[in-house]
């Protein structure tokens, strides 16, 4: 939702807020959460498995995120169709286009994270039965100094003169370039593999809480580029600890309505930029509600209920029908 709120119109009354302005201009370093997250759930579903298939992983994942990825294109197009070219639809729909510095953000452009996405699925089973199953150590050198590298690179890089020279091809090489988030993925799978050996239930509530207001402290008062991972010190501990907590946080988020948002999420997320153009094209042009405050109440709704529709009717449903496929 902070990254939902990052795309909306800055008149929006939560960017009057003096610091909590800061946490939602810096929003889209949730993105790096979901990279890391995603590297750590991998872990956590495929643990006890001796081998993975290539075969079955790829169909499950395919299923899980595809459908809704061209989804989000369909839709976009509704009220952009004079975006539409031939070209652009391929990049999208091959999901190559974040490998190409000025195409990262295009149509649909909430997609260019799954299209880095793609590239951690295409490696994870051989990641997985190569070096994770056999227990092979060195993976966690190669992993912290990729980490390394990468952070120093891209917060240099982001202070050069050739960033700031050629901006959007800069910005997007910078922030959207696959090779730079592959840290992201490699820490979060580090940090599935800590939590599979390691893993204590516990009551963890306060040191979540603590883990939190550093992650916000840090996105409003220090200036480097956190886009890339390196917000990893504190969010592979916030993963952790949510992962192992057994007091109220837990029993809060575990209330069904919460556990449904939870289920919509990249509903929500891969969604978000057409229905906000589509619904504000609707109360714009035919309602003529122009006030931004308004507009998002009647957007954060709208989206929800959208989520919720295409969860229901195109994600779950062409998961199943995959997995039914598996079976026979």
């Not at 197009?77 to 295009?106: E, H, M, N």
Request: charged residues 15%.
């Amino acid at each position: 939702m902070a990254i939902v709120i990052s795309h909306f119109n800055k008149d929006l009354f939560l960017y009057k807020i003096r610091y909590v302005s800061d946490i939602f201009l810096r929003a889209n370093v949730g993105v790096s959460y979901f990279f890391i997250l995603s590297g750590f759930i991998m872990i956590v579903a495929y643990h006890q498995k001796v081998k993975i298939s290539y075969k079955d992983f790829y169909r499950n994942r395919f299923a899980r995120i595809y459908p809704l990825y061209v989804a989000g294109l369909l839709l976009y197009l509704v009220t952009r169709y004079s975006d539409f070219s031939i070209y652009k639809c391929l990049l999208y729909l091959l999901g190559i286009q974040s490998w190409i510095p000025g195409k990262a953000l295009v149509l649909n452009f909430p997609g260019w994270s799954i299209s880095v996405e793609f590239l951690f699925y295409l490696i994870f089973p051989w990641l997985y039965n190569y070096l994770y199953s056999k227990g092979n150590k060195s993976i966690w050198i190669i992993a912290i100094l990729i980490w390394t590298g990468t952070q120093f690179f891209t917060n240099l890089y982001v202070n050069s003169h050739a960033y700031k020279g050629a901006h959007t091809v800069s910005h997007e090489f910078s922030h959207y370039f696959p090779l730079w988030h592959v840290n992201e993925f490699l820490i979060g799978n580090l940090a599935g593999l800590f939590f599979v050996k390691n893993r204590k239930k516990k009551n963890y509530d306060i040191a979540i809480t603590l883990v939190f207001i550093g992650i916000l402290l840090s996105l409003i008062f220090i200036p480097l580029n956190f886009h890339n991972g390196l917000m990893a010190v504190l969010f592979i501990p916030l993963i952790y600890l949510i992962s192992c907590n057994n007091g109220m946080l837990t029993k809060l988020f575990s209330l069904k309505p919460l556990e449904f948002l939870g289920e919509i999420s990249y509903a929500v997320y891969i969604v978000h930029i057409p229905v906000l153009y589509i619904l504000r094209s609707v109360l714009w042009d035919y309602f003529q509600v122009y006030e931004s405050n308004t507009v998002f109440w009647i957007y954060l709704l709208v989206l929800i209920i959208v989520s919720a529709i295409f969860y229901r009717f195109i994600e779950k449903p062409a998961r199943d029908y995959l997995k039914r496929l598996r079976i026979r």
